[in-house]
């Protein structure tokens, strides 16, 4: 028990929940603006694989150790956008399930991303084998020279401090613009919205771009930042946790937030306990048990309340 206190009681501890919690945000923020407009983005998981792929592909192509990382994330960010719009067409103009939907995108995601890995690389493990290049750390003046606090909140990945900044844009934009006052119209009542002038088809296949867009910028991040490589089912189940975030978070930005943040710190708390004598199985279960425990208390909570509104 000591040994795994001082694993966890430490600030390098405290940063790398910052750090872990990056792409589930990023993807939980995207669940949130679909869910805001009534729609429900279950291929997170595909998208963000994509993204991570043509990220590190884009990264290597320019050979560019300044620009290279940048490059990626704008591909990443292009592939989420185009993959957002792909769900868009299934499901509003093809009138495809939406769930089932989803389970495809997250289908071909892990089976496409190796295949296309081959053919680029001739691996379909890894594209160690060409080098890409990753985004910049930022190191926040005054604060990397606080001592605990310069270890946990400077040095991190530019991608980590651009994600908690699109919580804010978010929130700004879902409730304090006319366009994000359009979208949550329409996750509403749709009807109604129709019938005071609002395309509720374009307004959704904007939700499913933008939702995409989220998460591309989640699996950029995965291969430009995380590590500096693809490798085959990277994002190891983010995309459902980014879900499952979202859902705890009641679709709001804050909200989903902090069940990111606690999601972060249960993988954290794996990648920790990775150095201790504990099975190697039960460590990697350890951030899908909590997400399956977090949801049930999530649930039953919901329930009692439903249930005290029905008395």
């Not at 795994?4 to 669940?31: C, D, K, M, Q």
């Not at 009138?95 to 997250?106: E, I, Q, W, Y």
Request: net charge positive; with cysteine; proline share 3%.
């Amino acid at each position: 028990m000591e040994g795994f206190f001082s694993v966890i009681g430490n600030a390098a501890f405290a940063a790398s929940i910052l750090r872990v919690a990056t792409p589930i945000l990023l993807a939980a923020l995207g669940a949130v603006i679909a869910s805001q407009a009534g729609c429900l983005n279950m291929g997170l998981e595909g998208i963000m694989l994509f993204s991570a792929l043509g990220g590190v592909y884009v990264s290597a192509l320019t050979g560019s150790e300044t620009w290279g990382g940048w490059a990626g994330l704008l591909a990443g960010i292009l592939v989420g956008g185009l993959l957002g719009a792909v769900l868009g067409y299934l499901v509003l103009n093809l009138k495809t399930n939406p769930t089932l939907a989803g389970v495809a995108m997250n289908t071909i995601g892990s089976n496409g991303t190796i295949f296309l890995l081959f053919v680029w690389t001739g691996s379909s493990g890894i594209s160690s084998s060409h080098k890409s290049f990753v985004l910049p750390s930022v190191e926040i003046p005054v604060i990397k020279d606080i001592p605990v606090l310069g270890t946990i909140f400077s040095g991190h990945n530019v991608v980590t401090y651009l994600s908690f900044l699109l919580v804010a844009a978010l929130a700004f934009f879902l409730y304090k613009t006319p366009l994000g006052l359009r979208i949550r119209a329409v996750g509403l009542n749709p009807n109604a919205a129709d019938s005071v002038g609002i395309n509720v088809v374009k307004i959704r296949y904007l939700a499913y771009i933008l939702s995409g867009i989220l998460a591309g910028i989640g699996g950029a991040y995965m291969s430009l930042g995380y590590v500096s490589w693809f490798a085959r089912d990277m994002t190891s189940g983010r995309g459902f946790i980014a879900l499952a975030a979202q859902a705890m978070g009641r679709s709001t930005p804050l909200g989903t937030t902090i069940a990111s943040i606690f999601f972060g710190f249960t993988m954290a708390l794996s990648n920790s306990m990775q150095t201790l004598s504990i099975p190697y199985e039960l460590v990697e279960a350890v951030p899908y048990v909590c997400t399956i425990i977090a949801l049930s208390a999530y649930a039953w909570n919901q329930t009692q309340k439903a249930r005290k509104k029905g008395q």
